[in-house]
Every structure is written in structure tokens, then in C-alpha cells.
């Protein structure tokens, strides 16, 4: 995993949340999972527009904050799945409530876009 070189601030609430949901797929990410556990293949099926290695980051960033968890099955060929932890499932309130603002802002945001 990356070391950083600042510090991070663990007195700021927010941005201990921010580091956690931050990134352009993780919430997403979050949210799939809460319909069921998936396999690697499927998370990057779901999300095509996202290439591999940044799904893959922001996967293995997810499992190092304990939000997702992996199982690997010791079959042959082994193949492993995503589920969420319990403080996965604690975000998922945050996660629907950035959801219904996006959805409510969608307009204004088309609008500031200069899209129709």
C-alpha cells in the first residue's frame, strides 16, 4: 500500500470519511456489493468505463480500510469474492444520501455543463 508522506490528520472527522469514500469508483464499488458478493470479473464488468488497475487499486484501498472484505475458495482454479464488513454496511446510508442529491442536482448540473 502507498506510504504517504504527510501525516494524515486523524482529528478531522470528515476527512477520515473522505479518505475512506474518495475515489471516483469506491462508492460505487460500495454500493454494488450490497446487492451481493461479487467476483473481481463482475466488478470490472459492472464498470467498464473504469480501466483494471484503477479498479484494482481502489479495491485493495476498500479491503486495507476493512470496508470490503476478500474470500479466496481454495478450488481449482481458485477464484476469489468481494462482500461487504459491517462498517461497509455502515456507509451505505452515506452512500444513498450522496445518491438522492446527485440524482436531485442532476439538472442543474446538465445546466452548468452546457448539456441537454
Not at 467498464?48 to 486495507?64: C, F, G, M
Request: glycine content about 4%.
Amino acid at each position: 500500500m502507498y506510504e504517504k508522506k504527510i501525516p494524515f490528520d486523524l482529528n478531522c472527522d470528515i476527512k477520515i470519511t473522505m479518505e475512506i469514500i474518495s475515489g471516483k469508483w469506491k462508492c460505487c464499488i460500495i454500493s454494488r456489493l450490497h446487492e451481493r458478493p461479487m467476483r473481481p470479473s463482475e466488478i470490472h464488468r459492472e464498470f467498464p468505463a473504469a480501466t483494471p488497475r484503477v479498479l484494482n487499486q481502489q479495491l485493495k484501498e476498500l479491503e486495507y480500510h476493512r470496508i470490503i472484505k476478500k474470500k479466496i475458495y481454495p478450488t481449482l482454479p481458485p477464484h476469489s469474492e468481494y462482500s461487504l464488513t459491517p462498517a461497509g454496511e455502515s456507509l451505505l446510508p452515506i452512500i444513498d444520501m450522496l445518491r438522492k442529491w446527485g440524482e436531485g442536482y442532476r439538472d442543474e448540473f446538465k445546466d452548468i455543463l452546457g448539456v441537454k
